[in-house]
């Protein structure tokens, strides 16, 4: 429990001061007019309070991926614990930030334009096309997992698609109304329930005390099937938005263009992640115990959406189980809805179609959902289809943030002074040995059953050497660029 505690005081700790300094390498200007003011047009810009911001952040990049993503992290044992907190801190948070504020000082544009203003525009190309195939992605794991929830827990007699219609149906009226009638009213409530089944789960912690594993009972490898999936890269990739995710700065331009005062930014996007690292760290503290030898149920093979019903069921009352289980159900959904509203914002981007008429927003919005309808039904028909899905969609989420450090890496030293662009560059670095590596030693998911586990690992740090001699050979510091001119 002591790691516990310390874990949770680094996390605020690094709110209060590492956010400030980042804050301040970015120099965030209260008197700079942003796009909500600037470009207000009753759609997707529209002016809203900063509490209300904040909340709808945070359950666009929450989904389950703090929740999940952690229970299936913490069967590597406590280096999950400080993955969770250090990459929240230096990686995670950093990321959410300053992808953002480069959104709000550019007319809140979407990340591929980003991308393409600072890696280039054949990176530009690539990225929109990745993306919008990845808010796909995420719109299929977040229609799966609440259907299949729903379906076991409150209506087992029902066929699953009534709920997967019933969910895809609610996406598309979400993706098309103004952000402020369906989400900006709903959405807080949402994130005050998340964040009260976290609370609920530390309230557990102090009644029935469970045993968690301290950091000083050792770092080791504790994952069920530790010889096929060593701690680098597989644990970086699985917990994802508890501590990194390149599903977040998608999610951004979004409230970059609801903001109304650039000193929003820190608590809105690096404070968001910052909550989302608390909340991870609770349910991989809760796992770690029930995934331990003092468990008092069996967890052997039980992967995410089983155990969030266990540790519902073990210690709550039905009551408060219920809703546990509800918030899970509406994390997962408040984010797919809003997964799906960035991919039409994307593709509305990059084809220049005004967004104001609901006939263009159908014109978008309908193929990307036709498409996500195909994919939901491959997932849900074959019994490996969601597995697959979701290994790809992990992967590809840590891809895109690593992408988005390099982009930003770029504008930093553009445009401030100093080596304060090792503020990205290191975790840059490291995200790239992660999903480098993970494609050649992974060996369900990548070529690690066909390539010997060291060649993968020497692949994985030659393709970061060869990204960081690239980085410094072509990439000079230009001056002033647009973005900080406007």
């Given at each position: ?13 690094g ?5 400030r300094?980042v ?16 470009m ?22 929450a ?15 406590t ?6 907190v ?25 990340l ?42 409150f ?30 009213r ?21 009644i029935?005390?469970?045993a ?50 650039e ?13 989302e690292g ?5 349910w ?59 991919a039409r ?43 697959v ?27 401030k ?43 994985g ?10 980085f ?15």
């Open positions: 429990m002591i790691t516990f505690v310390v874990a949770i005081a680094l996390l605020v700790v709110y209060l001061v590492y956010g300094i804050e301040k390498l970015f120099g965030a200007d209260p008197k700079r007019e942003t796009p909500a003011q600037y207000a047009d009753g759609v997707d810009y529209v002016p809203m309070k900063p509490w209300r911001i904040f909340l709808i952040q945070f359950l666009n990049i989904g389950v991926g703090p929740i999940c993503g952690a229970i299936m992290g913490a069967q590597f044992g280096a999950s614990f400080l993955w969770i250090f990459g929240s801190i230096f990686a995670g948070a950093v990321h959410d930030y300053l992808a953002g504020m480069m959104s709000l000082r550019d007319k809140g544009c979407s591929p334009e980003i991308h393409g203003k600072y890696l280039g525009t054949g990176i530009k190309q690539f990225m929109r096309g990745f993306m919008v195939l990845l808010m796909i992605l995420v719109g299929v794991v977040f229609v799966n997992t609440p259907a299949i929830l729903l379906n076991q827990h209506t087992p007699n029902w066929n699953i698609y009534i709920w997967v219609i019933i969910i895809l149906g609610y996406y598309l009226i979400a993706t098309l109304l103004p952000i402020d009638k369906l989400i900006g709903i959405y807080p409530i949402f994130g005050f329930l998340l964040m009260g089944m976290a609370v609920a789960i530390v309230v557990a912690f102090i029935y005390k469970p968690i594993p301290e950091v000083w009972d050792g770092l080791q490898n504790t994952h069920p099937d530790a010889a096929h999936n060593p701690i680098f890269p597989m644990m970086f990739i699985s917990i994802a938005c508890g501590a990194i995710s390149g599903f977040h700065a998608t999610q951004s331009p979004l409230m970059a263009r609801c903001m109304t005062n000193r929003q930014g820190r608590p809105i996007f690096y404070g968001a992640m910052i909550t608390v909340v991870a760290l609770i991989a503290a809760a796992a770690a115990y029930f995934f331990g030898p003092e468990s008092p149920v069996d967890t052997a093979g039980k992967g995410g959406p089983a155990m969030v019903g266990i540790i519902a069921e073990t210690w709550f009352i039905p009551v408060i189980a219920t809703i546990t289980i509800l918030g899970v159900i509406s994390a997962a959904v408040t984010s797919g809805d809003t997964a799906l509203r960035s914002l994307i593709v509305s981007d990059f084809l220049h179609i005004d967004q104001k008429p609901i006939r263009n927003r159908l014109m978008v919005a309908v193929p990307i959902f036709v498409i996500t309808a195909i994919a939901l039904v491959y997932s849900l028909a074959d019994k490996q289809g969601f597995d899905i979701w290994r790809y969609f992990a992967w590809a989420n840590q891809l895109l943030a690593t992408f988005t450090l390099w982009a930003i890496t770029v504008y930093l030293r553009r445009n002074k100093g080596a304060w662009y090792l503020v990205t560059l290191l975790p840059g670095l490291f995200m790239t040995m992660v999903t480098g590596c993970f494609l050649f030693v992974a060996e369900k998911e990548g070529l690690g059953s066909v390539i010997p586990r060291p060649a993968g690992y020497a692949i740090a030659a393709i970061t050497l060869f990204v960081l001699i690239i410094c050979v072509k990439e000079r510091p230009k001056g002033v660029e647009p973005l900080d001119r406007m």
